[in-house]
C-alpha cells in the first residue's frame, strides 16, 4: 500500500497512522511534512530529522519519500529525500523550479527493495526531456508536488504513464491522483492521509504478430 500525507507533521503520522502502516508499505510525504532542513547537518547526522523517519523506515521495514525545502549554505532547494528501510538511498532535486530555487541536472531513480523507483520533483513532470529514467525499467514513478492538484501536471503523468506502461502517483498538498498504465485517471483521494494500491508486478506491453499484447513484468 502506498500511503500519502500532507498538513501534518511527522510525529503526528507515527502516532495517528502508525498502526495502518506495514512491512513493504511506501510513505509519500509533501514538503509541509518536514518544512525546511539544513541539508548537510541532516546527512551528518548532527539534526533529527532525517534520523527520525529512518529510523522509523527501519523498524517498520517501508519506504519514504519526503518532500522538503534543503538548505546548503545559502542555496534553497526544492527536494525530496528516498529511504529503504532505514538506508537513505538518496536526495532528489527539482531540475526545473519556478520559483527562486536552485535547480539540478536530472530527474533520480533508485533501486529499492520494492524494485526501481523514480522521483519526479514538483513541475520536472511536465518536462519529456527529462522522462528517460522513468521509461528504463521504473516499477513506480512518483510525482511529488508542494502545490494543489495541477490539470498541467496530471495530464502530463497521463501521457508519462501511458508512454512508459507504468503506473504513476501524483502526490498534490491537497489531494492524491493515480493513473494508471493506460494513461486513465483510476482514483482521486483527498485530504490529508490518502492511500493507493499500485500492483508490484506491472503490466509491460509488447508486440505480437501485428497486436499488442501485455504480460507481467520479471522482478528484479
Known amino acids: 500500500m502506498i500511503f500519502c500525507f500532507s498538513n501534518i507533521d511527522f510525529e503526528s503520522i507515527v502516532e ?14 509533501t514538503r509541509e511534512v518536514v518544512g525546511l532542513v ?27 519519500a519526503a518532500a522538503m525545502r534543503a538548505r546548503i549554505n545559502e542555496r534553497i532547494f526544492n527536494s525530496v529525500i528516498l529511504i529503504d528501510n532505514g538506508r537513505i538511498l538518496g536526495v532528489s532535486d527539482e531540475v526545473s523550479p519556478s520559483k527562486g530555487y536552485v535547480g539540478a541536472r536530472t530527474v533520480r531513480s533508485y533501486r529499492t527493495s520494492r524494485g526501481k523507483v523514480c522521483i519526479f520533483v514538483d513541475s520536472d513532470i511536465c518536462y519529456p526531456q527529462l522522462w528517460q529514467d522513468a521509461l528504463q525499467g521504473c516499477r513506480y514513478i512518483f510525482n511529488i508536488n508542494s502545490a494543489a492538484a495541477d490539470d498541467d501536471k496530471i495530464s502530463c503523468a497521463r501521457t508519462l504513464a501511458y508512454s512508459a506502461g507504468k503506473y504513476v502517483l501524483c502526490k498534490f498538498a491537497d489531494s492524491g491522483v493515480c493513473v494508471n498504465s493506460y494513461g486513465k485517471i483510476e482514483s482521486v483521494k483527498w ?28 522482478s528484479d
Open 191 to 218: 485530504g490529508r492521509m490518502s492511500a493507493f494500491y499500485m500492483p508490484l508486478s506491472l503490466a509491460v506491453g509488447k508486440t505480437v504478430k501485428g497486436k499488442l499484447q501485455f504480460v507481467e513484468e520479471k
Open 38 to 64: 539544513d541539508m548537510p547537518a541532516e546527512l551528518r547526522g548532527e539534526t533529527q530529522v532525517f534520523k527520525d523517519m529512518a529510523k522509523y523506515s527501519k523498524e517498520k521495514s517501508i519506504i519514504i
Open 16 to 29: 495517528e497512522y502508525g498502526a495502518m502502516i506495514s512491512p513493504n508499505d511506501i510513505l509519500l510525504l
